[in-house]
């Protein structure tokens, strides 16, 4: 029994592992070359984030078109059959618009009628509930351009990792090269009694730090390549090539003025449109709720048949048009509670826009000071990189030339690996800078 309920956990637990396996394989492959441009259009279509704030977009839109049809006109069918000893009020179903109400007599009788209902006044409350819907529709679109930009920042730092993690295994291979270079010509000069045979030993150990830093930097930008992949939505088998470079030439030209710069973000953050569209409609959701004061008017017109037993069922029908008319006297102040948390949602709406003001420029701030810094270090690291290769070939030729120890030349050596990691990380660092700074503005590119 013990082995039967085994198998069997083994085999839904096979079930399950295939059905995750098979979702992954509806995933699109993509092999071949892919610039940084084709990368963010491609996590823009198969991002899951954003197909999920589609699909609340159309419900903004459904929501839209369903405060629309409360102003249309509006038709039911309804059918009534009863017998019984006494007359009775009875009521078309919950939800069919609009309802029909029956006086049924005490013997058989079978109705069919057909009620008509348009709205003619309602304290403009109608339209304002129109306005709001439309309102909240626009802030759902801006919250999907937001997340567009959040998608599109959050795949071109991945695309920039791995170019980074693809840097770095380039320049651990130049090292493990190097010192299998060094190795090789000392193990010769070690035979002649040139150097002692400890010297060879001393860059064999060097050499093994280095073939460790060469299996991290791979492991490192495996991982990287994995992360962007499923950043863009795309199969994990994708063998895709990045094409660009963290020195691409081209890199679009930054705006530094500060306020230049606010006043394009404040013009085009999705996040402050928002936040006005969201006071827009709690603005609307304010009319709506003083609506309920005023005097709500419909037109109705109902067509009838019966048949029935008695003075009511003879085979009668007919028809009538009238206009209605009703006003709320007393509700135990639920209109004022409904006024009075609209006034309420619209100052927190107020509130927020304020606050989403606030934090866009600190976002400008702070990503117009991480670029200034970002650049600044490119310079600095150039500059130490260029004289740690200048240091590394005079080392060099020191050592080969026996007017030097070989501690001098492997301090040299990894000074300049150092070196070509720091210009990496500047060069980096300066991509990733623009691209955030391009998102505190609101730039999508």
Do not use: C, H
């Not at 380039?170 to 299998?180: K, L």
């Not at 400890?198 to 860059?203: D, H, I, K, Y």
């Not at 709506?288 to 003879?314: F, N, W």
């Not at 810094?373 to 026996?402: H, P």
């Amino acid at each position: 029994m013990k082995r039967l309920f085994a198998v069997l956990t083994l085999a839904l637990s096979f079930s399950v592992a295939s059905a995750q396996i098979e979702f992954l394989s509806t995933r699109p492959k993509i092999d071949g070359k892919l610039s940084l441009r084709q990368a963010v259009e491609i996590a823009l279509r198969e991002s899951p984030i954003l197909r999920g704030a589609v699909a609340e977009l159309k419900a903004a839109e459904a929501k839209l078109q369903m405060a629309r049809s409360e102003k249309r006109w509006q038709l039911s069918l309804n059918a009534f059959a009863s017998t019984g000893t006494q007359s009775g009020i009875l009521v078309s179903p919950a939800n069919v618009m609009p309802s029909a109400t029956m006086l049924l007599p005490s013997r058989s009788l079978v109705d069919f009628n057909a009620m008509l209902m348009l709205p003619l006044f309602t304290g403009k409350r109608l339209d304002a509930l129109v306005r709001q819907a439309e309102s909240v529709r626009n802030a759902t679109l801006s919250q999907l351009e937001a997340m567009k930009l959040d998608v599109s920042l959050e795949t071109k730092i991945a695309y920039r990792q791995a170019l980074l993690a693809r840097e770095i295994v380039r320049v651990a291979e130049a090292y493990v090269q190097a010192m299998e270079e060094r190795i090789r010509v000392d193990k010769v000069a070690a035979d002649v009694g040139r150097i002692p045979e400890f010297w060879v030993l001393r860059s064999e150990a060097e050499l093994a730090n280095a073939k460790q830093m060469l299996a991290n930097a791979q492991r490192d930008y495996e991982v990287a390549m994995l992360n962007l992949k499923a950043i863009m939505g795309i199969y994990p088998d994708s063998q895709v090539e990045l094409t660009d470079s963290l020195e691409s030439e081209n890199e679009p030209k930054v705006e530094m003025d500060r306020d230049k710069l606010l006043a394009f973000a404040f013009a085009n953050r999705p996040e402050i449109r928002y936040a006005m569209q969201q006071i827009d409609a709690q603005k609307f959701a304010l009319q709506a709720a003083k609506g309920l004061y005023s005097p709500q008017v419909s037109l109705m017109a109902m067509a009838d048949y019966m048949s029935g037993k008695g003075e009511m069922g003879q085979g009668t029908g007919g028809y009538i048009v009238g206009i209605v008319l009703g006003l709320t006297v007393f509700d135990g102040r639920r209109r004022k509670a409904t006024v009075n948390e609209a006034e309420a949602m619209r100052e927190k709406a107020l509130a927020d826009l304020e606050k989403t003001k606030l934090q866009v420029a600190r976002e400008v701030d702070v990503a117009l000071k991480e670029l200034q810094a970002a650049g600044q270090n490119v310079k600095t690291a150039e500059v130490a990189l260029k004289f740690a290769k200048e240091d590394a070939r005079i080392a060099k030729v020191r050592y080969e030339s026996g007017r030097s120890v070989l501690v001098e030349y492997l301090d040299a050596i990894f000074a300049l690996v150092r070196a070509e990691l720091n210009y990496t990380q500047a060069l980096y660092e300066r991509a990733v800078a623009v691209d955030k700074l391009f998102r505190a503005i609101g730039r999508l590119e």
